[in-house]
């Protein structure tokens, strides 16, 4: 068991993201297609990629890959995979399944399929004609596409968005794990001046205070695979080890937010504290048009009301206006805006640098990006710091 095979989940036009965090780690992409990349690595790299990846929703360990037009092929082949070198006689093995554009359409029978498949190996290698399934959890994924099967088991359990630390969600909360590469796909570094005018619950703030101060987003949940007898207890205390010694006490520079909804900020402020990141972070109750401006080399990150799930059309339409207006006053600044709100653009008064298109839920959303200037080598962030008007902490 020296290299696994493993595969990252994440949602579709992160791809990117993730692979370069899997590179961070360590871990060479090995393909990558709609909403997963596969890669290998050591059992320990199960371990690691839970605990850091922060744009990632879960991690597959792939136990087969083949071709199948009927389930014929499809039994045989999963039959001959070796199960038991995983599942133990005890183990609960629930099996989900997922079919798209293939000659076997039925994600239900597939599903019963792959149990019967399993149940057949498993017999044959423990002499067992009935499983009790009340051991470890180790949930088999198969997906179907274009008759491309591929067969996991889940490492992970809950999302790798469950973060652990968001009690209150606000209105329309964005996940963690898309509100992570946000920040990932922006220029920003620690040190330089962030903030997210609409913060509603402070998902976008908090997640860029964990990345500057080098927060394992993982460090305080559990995984599935820690019940896993494979993986020995060690090379989780190893993860979580290496998560204690990179943490940084301190965030550099600031990173703010606010919202014209006190109720939000309450509830970003008991997120923020939960997240470990409360000290390291300024949240206040203000309208976007009053955000501070007498910084230079800014990035501002937001999520705004679409005109869809919250506000209307004519509100939204009029604050895409002043923030076109807001933002041509701040020509060092770079600027980021996920919506599904359409003309945007046209509303602000600018084309996008780059766009991305990002899926917040099921809502297809474009993330409009604005490059400005670069900041010059002797910029003194921390200096311009002292200039602060934001609200101090609560
Ligand atoms: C889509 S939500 C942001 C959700 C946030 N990213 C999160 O993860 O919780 C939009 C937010 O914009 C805020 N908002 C609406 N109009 C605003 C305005 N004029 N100024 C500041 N915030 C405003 C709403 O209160 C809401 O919290």
Not at 212 to 224: D, H, Q, S, Y
Not at 383 to 390: K, V
Request: proline share 5%; with cysteine.
């Amino acid at each position: 068991m020296d290299q696994l095979q493993l595969v990252a989940s994440t949602a579709f036009g992160l791809e990117s993201v993730v692979s370069r965090e899997l590179q961070e780690l360590g871990y060479e992409p090995l393909g990558r297609e709609d909403g997963r990349i596969l890669f290998e690595g050591p059992p320990s790299a199960i371990c690691r990629t839970n605990m850091w990846l922060r744009s990632c929703d879960r991690i597959g360990l792939v136990i087969g890959n083949f071709t199948a037009r009927d389930f014929d092929e499809l039994f045989d082949q999963i039959a001959e995979l070796p199960w038991e070198e995983w599942i133990g006689v005890d183990d609960q093995f629930p099996v989900t399944a997922n079919v798209v554009r293939s000659s076997i359409r039925s994600a239900v029978n597939t599903q019963k399929m792959v149990k019967r498949a399993i149940v057949e190996r498993l017999r044959k290698k423990y002499t067992r004609h009935w499983f009790q399934e009340s051991g470890a959890e180790y949930r088999v994924n198969c997906d179907i596409l274009r008759d491309d099967v591929l067969l996991t088991i889940d490492t992970t359990g809950p999302g790798l968005h469950k973060r652990g630390y968001r009690r209150d969600a606000g209105e329309a909360p964005l996940r963690e794990t898309l509100a992570a590469a946000l920040v990932q796909l922006s220029y920003w570094q620690p040190g330089r001046f962030l903030i997210d005018p609409f913060c509603g619950s402070g998902t976008i703030p908090i997640e860029a205070a964990m990345m500057g101060r080098k927060l394992a987003p993982g460090r305080n949940r559990v995984f599935t695979a820690m019940d896993w007898r494979n993986i020995s207890q060690d090379l989780w205390k190893e993860a979580q080890t290496e998560a204690r010694d990179l943490a940084l006490p301190k965030l550099p520079g600031q990173v703010s937010g606010s919202d014209i909804d006190k109720r939000a900020i309450t509830q970003a402020w008991r997120n923020a504290n939960d997240a470990g990141v409360g000290g390291d972070l300024q949240f206040s109750v203000r309208d976007f048009v009053e955000m501070p401006s007498n910084r230079d080399y800014g990035i501002m990150i937001a999520n705004p009301p679409y005109g869809e799930r919250m506000g209307d059309r004519d509100t939204v339409r009029k604050m895409h206006q002043d923030m076109g207006e807001l933002y041509s006053m701040l020509d060092t600044w770079s600027y980021y805006v996920l919506t599904s709100a359409p003309f945007f653009e046209k509303q602000f008064g600018r084309h996008a640098d780059r766009r991305r298109k990002l899926f917040n839920g099921q809502i297809e959303c474009t993330y409009y990006q604005y490059l400005g200037p670069r900041p010059p080598e002797d910029f003194d962030h921390e200096d311009e710091s002292g200039s602060s008007d934001d609200e101090a902490a609560s």
